[in-house]
């Protein structure tokens, strides 16, 4: 019978076995071991292994960590919360174990080739089982499985567990099925299309170099990083200059930084991974005062999607949040979840009864483009 094993670090893990389980992923053993050693304060890194027999037969990264419960609420809700806070500073602060990771774009559970679609199922049950137990002995009372895709055994896997379901962020992405820029032009709206062109004629003086060093710039990058940051309702990790330097180390070719310079300063860096398929964005940081007025988000954009057209790339993922404009430009999203589950059933039963009155929708109504 599969048997579960938690462990504290990646590095006792052996690298092949876990690539295995997450073949065509991205973010694999390299990027997860950067997380891992970028020093991001407030998170206690775990892995949770499905083994039998000496085999890994599945895997998921998973965290612990000081979780503020107004972190999803509506700003009606934030605003109670606050009110409670002032009575009692640790009021709505729990101990959260979660499957998945902070710095994933999904749950990333894997499991090993070879595995019938019939068994993982199973092998899912097992993962989570494991996971809970492993929380319990830590002390941690909310359990949580962090963007789990809508669709699929997830939901189904959850609501035997005893998990809720809330809203996610989905992550947009953009099919490159088109020729040419101009063929991608033409599928945006009339509005859209003269919008684009006007931003991006008015840009003056830009400089885009991609570097495969970053060295005497990670103070810059990261004043742009915490700018950006600031300017989110989302604010859960807190990266590091030791992050973005590390996924550069150990993804090699796999990832790259693309910097925006204007007047020789630097305004905008975008941090990017890729392979053969697909090119994911995983960090947009601007200055706040001049970045918008040189219009770099939308340069950026059309940066990232000539770079796919020039590589072959078959689909641009810009991740979540701003999904307005993402949706303007053409992309689609794919939907996820959050699931909660309180270690205490009356607890349990109160966030089932709030969570509907609470949390926010993280996608705006679509209006005409």
Known sequence: MPEVRVVRSLHEIDRTGWDACFAGRLEGYDYLAAVEDAGLAGFDWRYVLVEEGGQLLAAAPAFLTDYRLDTTLTAFGRGLVAATRRLAQRAFMVRLAALGSPCTED??????????????????????????AAAADEGCWLLALK???????????????????????????????????????????????????????????????????????????????????????????????????????????????????????????????????????????????????????????????????????????????GYETKLRLGSRLAPTQMHFRHRRPLVNRALRWAAPLLAEDPVPQRGAA
């Open 107 to 132: 749950v990333n559970v894997g499991f090993a080739s070879g595995i019938p679609a019939a068994d993982q199922p199973r092998l899912l049950q097992r993962l989570i089982a494991g996971f809970e």
């Open 147 to 321: 963007d789990v895709p809508a669709a699929g055994q997830w939901p189904q896997a959850a609501r035997l567990a005893g998990y809720q379901a809330s809203s996610g962020m989905p992550s947009a992405e953009l099919d490159i099925d088109f020729a040419d820029m101009s063929a991608y032009f033409d599928r945006l709206s009339a509005a859209t299309r003269k919008d684009m062109r006007r931003k991006l004629k008015a840009v003056r003086g830009l400089r885009i170099e991609q570097p495969r060093d970053i060295a005497g710039l990670e103070d810059r990058m990261l004043e742009l990083y915490r700018q950006t940051r600031l300017r989110s309702d989302l604010q859960f990790e807190d990266l590091t200059a030791d992050y973005f330097r590390g996924v550069l180390a150990r993804m090699g070719p796999r990832a790259f930084c693309t910097l925006y310079f204007v007047e020789d300063e630097l305004l905008a860096f975008n941090l990017l991974l890729q392979d053969e398929e697909v090119l994911l964005d995983k960090f947009f940081c601007m200055e706040t005062a001049r970045g918008p007025a040189h219009n770099l988000y939308f340069v950026s954009w059309f940066t990232n999607v000539q770079h796919c057209l020039d590589h072959g790339l078959k689909r641009y993922q810009s991740g979540q949040a």
